[in-house]
């Protein structure tokens, strides 16, 4: 009997949260000075009132909501006949329970799929398209990421970084007014005072908040662990059999063009990248499906015919 596959966080996941924890202290000082004047004898209350508020990321409700947000639906009942079985038989390969996932469906054109929360694996309409043995390699590289909790640490930075986030996009649109006023009085003292205002208030939000400084060091960074959770997410689904059929997915979107746009991007643009190119993928996919892995027992499912 196969063993089932363990849920932990990989080194991209728990890379991601590190990053994650300038932004985070800041968020701790926000919430900390909004807490003051409603509970001033008690100050740890807000704080430690917000850090346990992380547990709604564990509810299934929040996925849903992701999901909503992310305008996935819910797959039609012939979609249904077509993912469940697939989804079914990806868990098999894991061992895993089938009936801790949800499906749900991106209305898109372009090939796609997605991993959010804790539990949602979601397909695009194009990637229903795809033969039934490719969509479930493709699935099979969602569940790595469920797996490997990157899609769970993507959502607990994103809600301890909310509040620092929602703090320098309000001193970004107090810094705008203050300049738009300063302009719409059309004298020289008032723009060279807005000026000065604006000034002001980058350095009071920089001293509060020195995280802000970090941000174009950290992008790259976050980016760059996004990147290598792909091709770890890619490693969880060759190690279940489904190497030769993912690279067929990966090389169909790099016949269309795919990496020749990501090529013609800027340097900014590829170092922000969340995604490695397809050739990359490719290289570390050919490399782990012909390396003994781990799981040996579940790569007789590379074995069968892959139609290419
Ligand atoms: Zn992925």
Redesign the pocket.
Known sequence: MRATRRRRFDLSAVSELLLAVPTVLSSLLVVTLLGKPVTPEVLWLFPVLWLVSGAVVLLPATDAVLALTHRLRRPTRAEKQVLVPLLESVCDAAALDPRRYRLWVQDSREIN???VGGRVVSVSTAALGLRPEQLEAVLA??LG?HLAGHARASLLRWWYELPARLTVSLVFLVGWGVLVAGAALKTRLAMVASLLAVAALAVVAVAASPWVLLVPVIAPLLALTSRR??LN?DRVAAELGYGPLLLEVLQRWRNEGHDVIRARAGLKERMLAS?PSCTSRISKLVQTTTAPGPESGGRHRSLRPTGA
């Open positions: 799929a997605m991993a590289h969602e990421h959770a792909e997410a995604h």
